[in-house]
């Protein structure tokens, strides 16, 4: 049995987790803001250590490594979402199915240095994709189910939030990983 989609965020979601507010976020500061994700990641990701980068703290959350090949993903994703929002009418995307690439592409198992090194191209080529998108652009809509419709606009602040959520996540696993190490010792 397929598991359930997660619902996306609405245009003007504000996280409680992270407190990141859509509608405070322009499309420059998000921009800038982008830029400083693969070096964020990459401290988050190198403060854990090594011996539990791979460690699932739990059965059902992910390791440290596969956090960040999920956040490599997210941005080729969204690349290529954004530019068929820019250049078709009213696309439907493809949802990412994270568990699913998880298990399947063995992200646990994937080199953390190569994987940062992907993220920061990942990164580098959304953001030369939102520069390629006019000012015109920013109000045309995709889809993923029938009842989520998103901007462009908003496709550049989910993948902002993505990041930036993430990097607590990788925070938060790395932590518990280290946990879990110790009382098994």
């Given at each position: 049995?397929?598991?359930?989609?997660?619902?996306?965020?609405?245009?003007?979601?504000?996280?409680?987790?992270?407190?990141?507010?859509?509608?405070?976020?322009?499309?420059?500061?998000?921009?800038?803001?982008?830029?400083?994700?693969?070096?964020?990641?990459?401290?988050?990701?190198?403060?854990?250590?090594?011996?539990?980068?791979?460690?699932?703290?739990?059965?059902?959350?992910?390791?440290?490594?596969?956090?960040?090949?999920?956040?490599?993903d997210?941005?080729?994703?969204?690349?290529?979402?954004?530019?068929r929002?820019?250049?078709?009418?009213?696309?439907?995307?493809?949802?990412?199915?994270?568990?699913?690439?998880?298990?399947?592409?063995?992200?646990?198992?994937?080199?953390?240095?190569?994987?940062?090194?992907?993220?920061?191209?990942?990164v580098?080529?959304?953001?030369?994709?939102?520069?390629?998108?006019?000012?015109?652009?920013?109000?045309?809509?995709?889809?993923?189910?029938?009842?989520?419709?998103?901007?462009?606009?908003?496709?550049?602040?989910?993948?902002?939030?993505?990041?930036?959520?993430?990097?607590r996540?990788?925070?938060?696993?790395?932590?518990?990983?280290?946990?879990?190490?110790?009382?098994?010792?």
């Open positions: 049995m397929a598991e359930p989609l997660p619902p996306l965020a609405g245009e003007h979601h504000v996280c409680p987790g992270c407190d990141m507010s859509y509608a405070t976020i322009g499309i420059p500061a998000a921009l800038a803001a982008l830029e400083q994700i693969p070096g964020q990641v990459r401290a988050a990701a190198s403060a854990v250590p090594e011996a539990v980068r791979r460690r699932r703290p739990e059965p059902h959350t992910w390791c440290v490594v596969e956090y960040v090949c999920h956040v490599r997210v941005y080729a994703t969204y690349t290529i979402r954004l530019h929002t820019r250049t078709e009418l009213r696309p439907s995307l493809e949802p990412m199915l994270n568990d699913l690439r998880a298990r399947r592409f063995r992200y646990a198992r994937r080199d953390l240095a190569a994987v940062l090194d992907e993220l920061a191209d990942n580098q080529g959304f953001r030369d994709e939102i520069s390629r998108t006019a000012d015109t652009e920013w109000d045309r809509v995709a889809t993923r189910l029938p009842h989520e419709v998103r901007s462009a606009r908003w496709l550049v602040r989910q993948a902002l939030h993505e990041g930036r959520h993430h990097i996540d990788i925070t938060a696993v790395g932590r518990a990983a280290v946990r879990s190490q110790t009382s098994d010792v």
